[in-house]
């Protein structure tokens, strides 16, 4: 594999070399800060006059380097070293390796002491764990990158090539990343969590194209508002990446989860745990998770182990933040003033050691959409006060620097969601929420002043993609942008309202609201008459409002993906009300029961359906009991996995009366379908679960009245097999850095930024 180091900064390029050479020659070379130095980045001094010192340059080209090293010549004399080792990133011919070290004379004593790009990817060859190591390296490089782009993306992965490029650009190795993997490999489960913007999703995706590129697994399923996503997706047989970003951010801070939904996290992060080529990546705001875990037995027992899948990133160390900040400035766009505004006093000392650092707001105040609208000797100034006041960051553009109607757009996108959202989509939306209300917010709305909008707000809050198809989709660029908007409407009570009577999609009534008044924490939380308000347009408009939320669509052996809107599914639509509203608008609704009755009757329930089948049911009951024997019917000829069997159980909870008499009537054939569930379940389940199974087996046999004794044997049977098996073992790969980190040391490696080639 060949690598050109354009995604290395300096530091992290030197670092490469440094183990590379301790490597090849089974010595330890001494470091240094980075920074404007003497002529020495590395150096192995045994006695004075043998002095061996290496420099590393990262360039682009031999047109950058040749001036550079002249200007090195002299620092070289001053030292008289024994050996002069350089290293370079640059792509050198052989005449441009005999001019180098014609022109170091005596100290570079052959040209195999220059190590060219060539050179030191062939040492990376010789030195795998090296290579391993040094994540960021293998993770940039081009075969992977196309690895992880023809892997199969589903749900929203956004896994676009651009995107990959910039994310590894400015991510830091840290002890994270290995911490993070010994989790995976023990358990394949982790839980992320932290304070908002602290670098979690990052670390999520990370990790996540980690196994993309060097496990082999075909799919990346994105899992972005409820565990109901990653059932439909589980796929048997085949190696899948499972990323829950924002785990119970979406749900548990609006309101409580819905029923059962606790019990079906469990169960999914079960069935992750019991299959050999499943990992389950999540990421969560660290209050959030503790007050679920108080709240909910379930998520606190010690079978599942919650916590100890939990790993803390709000503390970075010192010169981790400082390379964040330095890797931003190194690679972004910011020109050379508003850097040399930060290097005057040392304002960058005052970002790194800020209460409020985050990863999330570097990025944005690094992004030109900020630093535009800034002259260059205020740069610091901005830099500090958005970390004292996160949401001036986007207040000032928001308020100041866009229109009316591009205020509006925005607002729109904000209740269609955070994923991607149809251009056209957004466009009809805006243009009916400005048709309801545009004149108290100044508004004007047209095909040209639309497509001048979007012009504009490309350059701040939204980015566009294309599929295959040529169709346009957009979501908003930083993450910081939702933060500041969902604040924003929280003290913005009209603005809400407006917002509600103008919505077009079924997202923009359910996704972005809480309708539980006692909540404290997060979501839009709406008082009574709003809550009318959505009721109200739920109950009239329930059946014709789609979805506005986007899926990417593969097609079976191809790379290319389309755009495709998010099925609004009767059966998804109708727990989508009850959970976020309750079942007080299911009586307003009731004309429109007999095709959600139909679907549960008639229709071939997928996985996610099963899942949410017998809770609806439970809810509509007083609705349903007429048809209550159709609708386990049509459960029971859909049951495939064991956990069906589970909760067709729950179908007690209707009517006792009722479940009684079906099961007097089909009691052998839910017996058959038990055998052929658990047949399923043996041929994925993982050996530490097979004891677990046998508990829910032996559960089931006592409230059926049923013999399962001959399966319950079969299983014991497997556990002893499966104990005389090993697991091949998985490569470990060492991420430990030992960090220079002194205050002295940040200054050295920042003054460095100064007439850096940058890219």
Request: glycine share 4%; net charge positive; charged share 30%.
């Amino acid at each position: 594999m060949q690598y050109d180091f354009q995604n290395l900064s300096p530091i992290e390029f030197e670092h490469l070399v440094q183990d590379l050479l301790q490597e090849e020659f089974k010595i330890s070379l001494e470091s240094f800060a980075p920074g404007r130095d003497q002529g020495i980045d590395l150096r192995y001094a045994k006695a004075k006059k043998k002095d061996l010192i290496v420099q590393c340059k990262r360039y682009k080209s031999a047109t950058d380097l040749m001036p550079v090293l002249k200007k090195e010549l002299e620092k070289v004399k001053a030292l008289k070293p024994g050996r002069y080792i350089l290293a370079t990133s640059v792509s050198l011919t052989l005449n441009q390796k005999l001019k180098i070290k014609k022109l170091f004379k005596p100290y570079i004593r052959a040209t195999g002491d220059i190590l060219s790009k060539e050179s030191i990817n062939n040492l990376i060859t010789k030195n795998e764990n090296v290579e391993l190591r040094h994540f960021k390296l293998w993770l940039s490089s081009t075969n992977i990158l196309r690895k992880i782009i023809h892997s199969k993306v589903i749900n929203q992965g956004k896994l676009e090539l651009d995107k990959i490029k910039e994310e590894i650009k400015f991510f830091v190795d840290n002890s994270s990343i290995g911490d993070a993997l010994d989790i995976l490999r023990k358990t394949k489960v982790i839980v992320i969590s932290g304070l908002p913007g602290i670098g979690k999703t990052t670390l999520a995706r990370m990790l996540a194209y980690h196994y993309l590129a060097r496990n082999s697994y075909e799919e990346f399923v994105y899992i972005s508002d409820s565990i109901s996503e990653g059932y439909e997706n589980f796929q048997e047989g085949k190696k899948q990446v499972f990323l829950f970003d924002d785990f119970l951010g979406r749900s548990f801070l609006t309101k409580d989860l819905p029923t059962n939904e606790d019990k079906r996290i469990i169960e999914f992060i079960e069935s992750i745990k019991r299959a050999p080529n499943k990992v389950l990546i999540v990421t969560t705001r660290e209050y959030i998770l503790e007050q679920a875990k108080k709240k909910y037995e379930n998520l606190n027992s010690v079978e599942v182990g919650f916590s100890k899948y939990v790993l803390d990133l709000a503390v970075y160390t010192k010169m981790i933040k400082a390379k964040i900040l330095y890797n931003h400035l190194f690679f972004s766009t910011v020109p050379q003033g508003y850097i040399l505004d930060l290097l005057k006093s040392k304002h960058y000392l005052n970002i790194i050691n800020h209460k409020n650092y985050s990863p999330r707001i570097i990025g944005a105040v690094t992004k030109p959409a900020i630093w535009e609208k800034i002259v260059p000797d205020k740069y610091s100034e901005f830099f500090k006060n958005s970390l004292d006041h996160p949401d001036s960051i986007w207040e000032h553009v928001f308020s100041n620097q866009i229109t009316p109607l591009s205020r509006l757009i925005v607002l729109t996108k904000f209740t269609c969601g955070e994923g991607s959202t149809f251009l056209t989509d957004l466009k009809d939306a805006t243009e009916k929420l400005v048709k309801e209300c545009g004149l108290n917010y100044g508004a004007v709305f047209n095909a040209e002043n639309f497509n001048n909008s979007i012009k504009e707000l490309e350059r701040t809050f939204i980015q566009i993609s294309k599929d295959d198809s040529n169709q346009l989709a957009v979501e908003f660029q930083n993450p910081s942008i939702t933060d500041y908007l969902r604040d924003y409407l929280k003290n913005n009570e009209s603005v809400v309202s407006d917002l509600i009577g103008g919505a077009l999609f079924f997202d923009q009534l359910s996704l972005p609201y809480s309708f539980e008044s006692e909540k404290k924490y997060g979501g839009i939380l709406l008082r009574k008459p709003l809550i009318e308000k959505v009721v109200e347009r739920m109950s009239k408009e329930y059946q014709s409002l789609v979805y506005a939320r986007l899926t990417r669509v593969y097609s079976i052996g191809e790379e290319s993906f389309r755009w495709d809107r998010t099925e609004a599914g009767v059966i998804q639509k109708a727990q989508t009300v009850i959970d976020k509203i309750g079942t007080s608008i299911i009586g307003q609704v009731r004309p429109l029961l007999p095709t959600l009755v139909k679907d549960l009757i008639l229709k071939r329930l997928t996985y996610v359906e099963r899942g949410q089948v017998p809770a609806l049911v439970y809810k509509l009951r007083k609705f349903l009991t007429t048809d209550f024997h159709e609708i386990m019917e049509n459960y029971l000829n859909s049951i495939y996995y064991f956990p069906d069997v589970l909760r067709f159980l729950e179908f007690k909870r209707v009517s006792r009366k009722e479940y009684r008499k079906f099961l007097k009537k089909n009691l052998q054939k839910l017996i058959e379908k038990i055998n052929f569930a658990l047949e399923n379940e043996m041929d994925f389940i993982d050996n530490t679960e097979l004891p677990n199974l046998i508990n829910h087996v032996q559960d089931v046999q006592l409230r059926l009245g049923i013999d399962l004794s001959a399966f319950i044997e079969r299983i014991e049977n497997e556990v002893q097999l499966r104990e005389k098996k090993s697991d091949p073992e998985v490569k470990e790969i060492n991420f430990e850095r030992e960090e220079i980190g002194s205050e002295i040391d940040i200054v050295k490696m920042f003054d460095s930024l100064v007439d850096q080639n940058k890219d």
